[in-house]
């Protein structure tokens, strides 16, 4: 929330006129409504954008799992900086889904996804955080078409995907 009366006015540039760069800018003018001005600096910009042409798929990181040797190293730093960007950039795609009813039709799609490993693994942290986690017995994962024989640890959960074509212009 910003204080009305103490807040100054607030100069902001947003490198990147991507999904990511137009994403951040929404959110902070929103945020700071009559307090920012926003310039957003790009080489390109709609429809001839990386995100334009690719798309995007936003999930909490599960990053941590699947590489044993990790543990509390530098990486971990950075690998927090991400899990807070994931959280914020999925509860900003949830409040578009959910309270703006953006649709598939504006290019922004809630899909399920899938994520398994050959090792057991505990339930993240982050699960908690996404839309219909859960972890899947050998009976669901066989009946969804999956190798539960191959894999002991499998998540089904639901995770955006934009459409850079469609939710730029929007």
Request: glycine content about 8%; overall charge neutral; hydrophobic content about 35%.
């Amino acid at each position: 929330r910003v204080n009305e009366m103490e807040a100054p006015h607030t100069r902001v540039a947003v490198i990147g006129a991507g999904i990511t760069g137009l994403s951040v800018s929404l959110c902070l003018s929103q945020l700071y409504r009559g307090h920012v001005t926003i310039t957003v600096m790009a080489e390109r910009f709609s429809p001839h954008t990386t995100s334009d042409s690719s798309g995007g798929l936003v999930i909490p990181s599960f990053s941590s799992y699947g590489t044993r040797e990790r543990g509390k190293q530098a990486g971990e730093v950075a690998n927090d900086r991400l899990q807070r960007w994931a959280y914020v950039t999925y509860d900003h795609l949830r409040r578009l889904h959910e309270e703006e009813g953006v649709r598939p039709e504006d290019g922004l799609m809630l899909v399920p996804a899938y994520k398994y490993f050959e090792e057991s693994y505990p339930v993240p942290e982050s699960a908690s955080h996404v839309m219909d986690f859960r972890s899947l017995g050998a009976t669901e994962a066989t009946a969804l078409g999956l190798r539960a024989d191959l894999f002991k640890t499998i998540w089904r959960f639901n995770k955006f995907v934009t459409d850079g074509k469609r939710f730029l212009p929007w």
